[in-house]
């Protein structure tokens, strides 16, 4: 039976012009159209994360912050993607249930309203429950930039059980390994728009060249250019970078994720036996591995069988993420605790991650500082002598408990505190509420201190 196809509603500025609910429809479930489709290069943008780390002498110090590459597709490639996404999944989902491993995959699927914290709890209640265990906690280097296409290929064969691609999902596959993409900033300053604006003058009203080099205004809902102007501004400048080498494909596209899985299909089955052979357990959540063995000897034991799937599947662990935490009779353990999805386990206590909560707070300081430079501006336009009030219910909603009271839509009544007192809910371990107790007087303290 065909996938159902399911319309997803895209408004961002791209090459292309966004589609309706037929128009893509009949694009990607037409396998002829989609085979003979001309894909159009992603728009990247790279993504830097602040690392923090505990100091031994207590604190946290700023480590190098962790770069990732974020790729968006044009409209109707994203339609493509996304479908194709579906009918992977739809396999991908039924091989999972033929092979009991339901439960051990956790990310980039849909699991009835479960949550991290929800397969945190779970591992660490399977950890509660042995009287010693050792657990094995490893992170595959530049996950999605080293997926090899050879054996991402094969895995896709398999997983529509071909021999080899047909003309449509190879058209898909070509378009995911060999992409090309053209970073955002650059392209923006190619098309002369605002690099953080970029509908600042209209959605409808981009500026752009004629053939003679003049300015002028031209009617592009959505549309960065016309073909012929990104054939002058964005290829003959040599903005397009195609990707050459036989490994890698963009994070954040429609099918990313789903080929990320089925990619790992085979080691999830053969460790997941493995650990399931030894009264162990095995969970994968994207690029983080987890094995949790009755002792330090079958987690070593463990340890060889990841790394001699790593080298088959030709992937690498990162040596600086890899921890063996060993969970002896005594609880609490005396040494570092496992750190699993933000959460940190020491054989009783479940927290969150300290290196989590020291972001918050680094974030809400930023925001206080950008409500101040947003009022200054304000100031400033209006001629204001003395400085107006600062504006505190955005960062009342923002940074404390207040959140869900204040928010008007769901993703506005969720911030990292509501997050923070539905995990210790699910967790049902008050200790994580304790962790967050005085944000409240930090908030006022760090306002008062910005505007003193």
Request: proline share 6%; with cysteine; hydrophobic share 35%.
């Amino acid at each position: 039976m065909p996938t159902s196809f399911t319309y997803r509603h895209r408004s961002y500025v791209h090459f292309d012009l966004p589609l309706n609910h037929s128009a893509a429809e009949a694009l990607v479930t037409s396998a002829v159209r989609v085979a003979q489709h001309a894909f159009l290069p992603f728009i990247f943008s790279v993504v830097e994360t602040q690392k923090i780390g505990p100091l031994e002498s207590g604190g946290y110090s700023l480590k190098p912050p962790k770069r990732r590459v974020i790729a968006y597709a044009g409209h109707a490639d994203s339609h493509i993607f996304a479908h194709y996404s579906d009918i992977l999944s739809e396999r991908y989902e039924a091989a999972l249930a033929h092979r009991g491993l339901h439960q051990c995959v956790t990310a980039f699927r849909k699991l009835s309203g479960r949550s991290n914290v929800h397969h945190a709890k779970e591992v660490f209640e399977f950890i509660e429950s042995r009287p010693t265990c050792s657990a094995l906690a490893m992170d595959v280097s530049d996950f999605f930039g080293n997926l090899d296409h050879t054996l991402l290929k094969q895995a896709w064969s398999n997983s529509l059980g071909v021999q080899r691609l047909p003309s449509d999902h190879f058209a898909v596959f070509k378009a995911i390994t060999r992409y090309c993409q053209i970073e955002r900033d650059a392209l923006f300053d190619a098309v002369h728009i605002p690099k953080h604006n970029p509908r600042s003058l209209g959605p409808h009203r981009l500026p752009l060249l004629d053939r003679s080099g003049n300015f002028t205004v031209e009617d592009n809902p959505n549309r960065l250019c016309p073909p012929h102007r990104f054939r002058e501004w964005v290829r003959k400048k040599g903005l397009l970078q195609i990707n050459t080498s036989s490994k890698g494909i963009p994070q954040g596209s429609p099918i990313s994720a789903v080929l990320a899985n089925i990619y790992m299909l085979e080691m999830d089955a053969a460790l997941n036996a493995f650990a399931s052979s030894h009264g162990g357990l095995y969970r994968r959540y994207c690029d983080d591995i987890l094995m949790v063995m009755p002792s330090d000897e079958l987690r070593d034991d463990a340890e060889r069988e990841v790394m001699s799937w790593m080298a088959q599947l030709r992937l690498q662990v990162n040596p600086a993420k890899t921890d063996r935490i060993s969970f002896a009779a005594q609880r609490p353990i005396s040494g570092e605790p496992l750190q699993y999805l933000g959460f940190t386990f020491d054989g009783k206590h479940r927290r969150l991650r300290p290196s989590s909560l020291a972001r918050f707070y680094q974030r809400m300081r930023a925001g206080i500082r950008h409500a101040l430079q947003q009022r200054a501006k304000a100031d400033e336009s209006s001629g204001a002598e003395t400085p107006s009030p600062l504006k505190r219910k955005l960062l009342y909603r923002r940074y404390s408990y207040l959140g869900p009271l204040l928010g008007k839509t769901k993703e506005e009544r969720r911030n990292f505190l509501s997050y923070a007192y539905r995990a210790a809910r699910i967790m049902g371990d008050p200790g994580i509420k304790k962790q967050v107790k005085n944000h409240w007087r930090k908030l006022q303290a760090e306002i008062e201190a910005a505007t003193s």
